[in-house]
């Protein structure tokens, strides 16, 4: 890795004088990277990405399938993250700061990752998924879309620890799993269902239902949940109400959903 | 951002030449900034602070007040840190490193924040509070003075997540939130009183109360468990046998207070 | 701290120029050193080691012996990563990224430290043992050899919080503690027990046995669990069926154990 790519950085004015750029890596000329970061060769950066400060983006590794990194148009990587190389993202990857991801993770549009999270590789997100911070994900970890993840939830995948057994939980979309749970190894977690905080889940549980607890059991219908509002509306799915950030597109799919079928 | 302002540094030898400091930052003459840190603009730093090396302070957001960062004198920030403009923090502020503090946080003096703590900003923290590592505290959440919180605890925000409803909790003075707790929306810790270990805490606390459990149960007077010196006394209030660390004042202030009042 | 030391970097070119090493460092002639990253003079680092980017090694404390901070050979301390002075880590020290070791640690060979984990210093750790990510030790912590911990386990010292007793966990050799459980100060973990995921342990826990739970409850003896692989066969011990990357001899003495004692 040259320490600087002069010819580049003649181009663009935005890759800052002490930033490492590896003078394989493809990035979008209006892309900016922040000081002291490092890229290396196998990464492509597309247009209008901001990578922040004190970053290191397509470490390379054996486990990867030489593929580079793919950071998407639109994104923001802010500081202090490190990416391995063989991982892609869809545009609009939003992170906050000191995240780890892993190679082999492949992830959809719009996917926000709170500060200190930790992607160990070898997994699926879908679309427009966001994580809070220092969201633990194993291998082999499947994401829908639309699913949300509070603070401190770990997804586990080994079912007898240590063993060669990897059993990755599965989360369906709109799935919300709350602040310091934990998803144990196999477990699918329902579309539209939520975990409540603190909780430990063992089993399966179902489409559009609630479960809480250490161990976690099945507390009904997730419908039943009513809104802090003063509305006394339902909660869930909470996509009748909560929309802020989601492409317009979406929403209006959505809504279009819901006139059709008002109890889905 | 001037890679180098180099009026100021060679006044003050201790900016470290890899730092990069703006040059509208305010610095106290002996302040001491770590290799390869960045200092924006818009930060005052008072006497006789130190900051770490790898840290970025002051980062720049349209969410700020426009007002600057403020770290007061004789703080020290580890290596690795990263706070927002629009923060302010009273004297002797003291971190861990990796901290993140966005913007809106206000602090008194004497807070000291564990290593990878993440405090999302818009919240309050009064005087001498102790955060060990890694705690997490949602937008909205008020923390009184003396309080301590233990590693892995998370302050929550959102009641019916995702939704448009913030309910920060609200911990009064000399509380105690033990390890790996999570305090649920909106939910008040009474002041003095102890969360234990593990908690998921969704019902109010009054004072000088111990809770635990998933879910946490108020298991009575906090004053019913003693030390585990030999000495058989009650274990709280806490200030009546620790004071390591706060200043001498505050110190006599609480001997005076129990000659008043002994239960108290 | 010299910003670099030419002689030294003309020696080996593994040293990155943008790397800051003291010049009282003692580093072997093949080590590698990453962009950004510091080392303080009171560091030795043996052959064949790779620090990774923006580290800081050796950093000085008061609380210290005045010893070096020793990182073995054949070690991997992957970026963002910082360690005090006075802690000594035997052959193959591997890390994830930021994590964060203070003084007055001793570790064997082959410890595995996943990232963002935390050691606070003052505490003891057998050979090979292996952390996950966001692991938490507290001072005066004992971990034997042989030992699993997962993602966000915290070792708690203080029984009383705040207090000024400490009274570090014990877990013995072959100990596994399942993901984000919290291990109460004072508590003993039997040699090859294992901690069900999310447990609060309370109590000590005897040889060979399984708990979980909030709290935790004995829940009898560990062989009991069976493997997810479709044997039938048990899962504990569990280097009776895992021993990927231990190495040869060590794996060889566990086979010569087992058949002098079928049950052990």
Redesign the interface.
Known sequence: MD?RHDDRRGLTLAIH??A?VGPKARIASDAQIG??S?IHDNVEIGENVIV???C?LG?PTPLGDGRPLVISADSLIR??S?FYESSHFGKGLKT???V?VREMTVAGDGFQIG??G?I?GHCSIGQHV?FQ??V?VAQRTKIGSFV?V???V?F?ND???????T?GANIEDFA?I???S?I?PGVTIGQGS?VG??S?VAKDLGKQRICF???ARDRGDVSQ?T???GSNRS??P?RR??V?GYPEEIVQEWNRLFETNPEG
């Open positions: 320490h004088p002490t490492i000081a002291f490092i922040g400060t004190h290191e470490i500081s202090h490190v906050g700061h000191r780890t500060s200190l930790d160990q966001r911070s220092s633990f949300w509070f603070p401190n770990v586990t079912p007898r620890p240590p063993s060669n057994t059993q919300v709350s602040t310091n934990t144990l939520l905080a603190g430990v607890g250490n161990p949940i809104l802090k509002d909660a869930y909470w109400h909560f802020r």
